[in-house]
T-cell receptor, first 116, second 111 residues
Framework: KAGVTQTPRYLIKTRGQQVTLSCSPI?????VSWYQQTPGQGLQFLFE???????NKGNFPGRFSGRQFSNSRSEMNVSTLELGDSALYLC???????????????FGSGTRLTVV | GEDVEQSLFLSVREGDSSVINCTYT??????LYWYKQEPGAGLQLLTY?????DMKQDQRLTVLLNKKDKHLSLRIADTQTGDSAIYFC???????????FGSGTRLSIRP
């Protein structure tokens, strides 16, 4: 089955602009989580969506938002971009039931965002 | 807290064993994972272990868990150049869906 697909792979934006990143999870996976990866901060959890509802949220400003559609595809949006938002944004999908013994994340290849 | 800590770098000779260590703070962590990230790629799940286990072996990989000390390790036997990557330790509590990652250990292989 197809893996987790993130688009686009690369983006260059200027400060002040906004950006939307897309993630298509593995078929049958209902949960999508987003992480920001930077050399200095490592992997930072942004948020998780399950059945179109935000289930968990990390410590990021309100400029970072997301949503999930009925087909489980998810988008994240960053408004008023800052230089510090330059990072690799990773999406991970999972079945969504954390009580299941096979619960785990499958990651996409990420979207590398550069803000200039 | 939700800290997961790892050393940043490890260098081993090709053919030797690599041991990557991780400590976590949440005593209620029930699932512990090891992920591998190669350059330009996302994270790939290598293996996971439940907290009621002490050890798990999968081909060249051996995971050891010391729950009392909240210490997790990943041993890679007969390390090859293709093992060069960043290895992330991660934890999750049984009822939680969020997975917390360590900062990653960069494994480099020398000839």
């Amino acid at each position: 089955k197809a893996g987790v697909t993130q688009t686009p792979r690369y983006l260059i934006k200027t400060r002040g602009q906004q950006v939307t990143l897309s993630c298509s999870p593995i078929s049958g996976h209902r949960s999508v989580s987003w992480y920001q990866q930077t050399p200095g901060q490592g992997l930072q959890f942004l948020f998780e969506y399950f059945s179109e509802t935000q289930r968990n949220k990390g410590n990021f400003p309100g400029r970072f938002s997301g949503r999930q559609f009925s087909n489980s595809r998810s988008e994240m949006n960053v408004s008023t971009l800052e230089l510090g938002d330059s990072a690799l944004y990773l999406c991970a999908s999972s079945l969504g039931d954390p009580t299941g013994t096979n619960y785990g994340y499958t990651f996409g290849s990420g979207t590398r965002l550069t803000v200039v | 807290g939700e800290d997961v800590e790892q050393s940043l770098f490890l260098s081993v000779r090709e053919g030797d064993s690599s041991v990557i260590n991780c400590t976590y703070t949440d005593s209620s962590s029930t699932y512990l994972y090891w992920y591998k990230q190669e350059p330009g790629a996302g994270l790939q799940l290598l293996t996971y272990i439940f907290s009621n286990m002490d050890m798990k072996q999968d081909q060249r990989l051996t995971v050891l868990l010391n729950k009392k000390d909240k210490h997790l390790s990943l041993r890679i036997a007969d390390t090859q150049t293709g093992d060069s990557a960043i290895y992330f330790c991660a934890e999750r509590r049984s009822s939680a869906s969020k997975i917390i990652f360590g900062s990653g250990t960069r494994l480099s292989i020398r000839p």
